[in-house]
């Protein structure tokens, strides 16, 4: 009997799924999931969102058992497994989501591909965000994200299902796919009943505290959504996230106008989610090398391992910096503002590349969606060319954001006792009250690792140089025209938090730093 293949990759949900549909449609379908070792196995990846994949699984294969189909899971190189079943049951097609994943699932594409081409087998492929594939100009993007966002959600027609000619393979324990056994305990549980809890939670409720307690790490947790690691594994579609946002606008009374602007500053983030991810389709490169290439050895030979182990370490001195640190390694998530402020930090007094740093936090958030990660790595850390540089302060962050140190104290217990006067600086503690409260300072909490105000100016002052120079100035249009926003994109102000105007609207991702208020 001839069927189709549906790939399941980072987009497992039955609910508005093009390839599935499709494929449902024109005959049998075989559902497949393939655990890939190579995949596993890259720097970028981490046993919990192993783990969290997994608990998506579940619930997908719950959901294909209702309507009376199997999920087929196979461990193995796709093409592998792919060959494998063609041989043992010849397909026709092959269905799956456009991925903008790492430079892995590029190359891993390709070679599928290939195989399709040389089998004779038809591979279609749907977009499950607004990121266009060979995106020729940015100037009609915007309307392109409206249109897909506007389509009806994918229907599913009555499944009937191939039966696969094996059972499913036994999902490998991470530390055999070679992963860090790690996870953090606290992080979220994977799956789209959670996915779907937590949307009807924050559209019914919590969106009425998302502006104004996003950019406190105390109150951010509930503030935000949380949906980000559920997007990035497509347990729900962006779609289905929008459509229902732009309904529950639709419905809220005049009365509820805190609601009403949360929920359209929420989407104003779900657009930029796929402005980012464009940048990284447009342009894989950007996962390793400068977006703009003028930068260009400007950190590269000063790599400081010692930097680099004490900001992984949460044993920078700066208690903001090392307290988010902490809950990071815990929960497996951090607020924008407190990303951006380790980023910022590692990049200026700290002088180290966003490579490693990219790495190793990619790891530790539980959402790490490449397109959005490598975009943010580079544009915190003054790599783009076009975007205005912010420096965060992690003392002042910390006296705007947890002005009492509840934050600091929770993550950070050896600092409970300090008082609030040197809460963030706690080595200026004279010895007899670090006595006092219990703290050694150089042991319970590390000395700061540099002068902070003199590390930051003189790494400014070496960005600063360097965008200075003729060429790199000549190069910048080119990459404002590729990757650019545009005027009229939502919840694009200054990083003041002005509306851009036609005057500062020479930086054009400027909108974007401030997208926390
Ligand atoms: C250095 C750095 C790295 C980041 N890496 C990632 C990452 O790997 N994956 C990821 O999803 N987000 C990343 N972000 C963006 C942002 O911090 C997270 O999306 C957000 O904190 C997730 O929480 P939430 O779902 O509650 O967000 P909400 O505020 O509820 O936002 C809803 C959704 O909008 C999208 N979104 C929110 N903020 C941004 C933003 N600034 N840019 C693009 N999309 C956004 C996300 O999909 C998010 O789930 C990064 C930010 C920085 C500064």
Redesign the pocket.
Known sequence: MSYRVVWFKRDLRLCDHAPLAEAARLGPVLCLYVIEPGLWAQPDAATQHYRFALEGLADLAAELQRLGGRLLVRVGEAVEVLDQLYRAAPFLALHAHEETGNGWTYVRDLAVGRWCRARGVAWREWPQFGVVRRLADRKHWQREWEALMAQPQAGLPALRCFEPPWSSDLPPQPAQLGLDPWQPPQRQRGGRRRALALLDDFLDQRCERYRGH?SSPLSAPTA?????PY??QGSVSLREVVQATRAQIARLPDSQARARQGLQA?LS??Y??C??IQKLESEPALESCNLHRGYDGLREPDWNPAHFEALVQGRTGWPLVDACVAMLHQTG????RM??ML?SVAAYPLWLHWREVGLW??RE?L???PG??WS??QM?SGTTGINTTRVYNPIKQARDQDPQGVFVRRWLPALRRVPDSWIFEPWRLPPELQQRCGLRVGVDIALPLVDLEVATRESKQRLYARRAQPEVRAAKAAIVDKHGSRKGMPGRVSDRGTRVTRRNAAAPDAA?LS?DF
């Open positions: 996003i935000c959504s949380r949906l980000s997007l990035a929420f983030r779900l930029w989610h402005h980012f998530w951090l607020n924008f990303r951006a980023v936090l990619a958030f959402d790490y969606e959005i990660h943010q790595l915190q974007q997208l």
